[in-house]
């Protein structure tokens, strides 16, 4: 298990690469909750991010109206974290991970 996680990893991290398609995914991550959740804010890299407004000014993404687009240091290439007024929604690729590790090794005991 523990090898097939290091290989997602590793895979992961090559195809999350700061860019337009990287950007549009993590956008469209950010913005799947749905719109009762009330998603005020999105953290994501400031690499993606940069590209989310390049995004945006030439009309290939939408953000809904209310939403604000923050850079967030602490957060990895691919990474989000969406606001809501009751809590937060993590879109972080390495907490994702570690749900998949401990669901294998709860499998596997």
Do not use: C, F, K
């Amino acid at each position: 298990h523990e090898g097939a996680l290091a290989l997602a990893a590793a895979v992961l991290q090559r195809e999350l690469r700061p860019g337009p398609d990287s950007a549009r995914a993590v956008l469209d991550r950010a913005l799947q909750a749905a719109p009762e959740v009330g998603v005020h804010t999105v953290r994501m890299n400031a690499d993606d991010l940069a590209e989310v407004r390049a995004l945006l000014a030439e009309g290939q993404v939408q953000v809904p109206a209310g939403i604000e687009l923050v850079a967030d240091s602490r957060l990895e290439p691919g990474d989000v974290v969406s606001e809501y007024p009751g809590g937060y929604l993590d879109g972080q690729v390495g907490t994702a991970l570690e749900r998949a590790r401990a669901a294998l090794l709860e499998d596997a005991s």
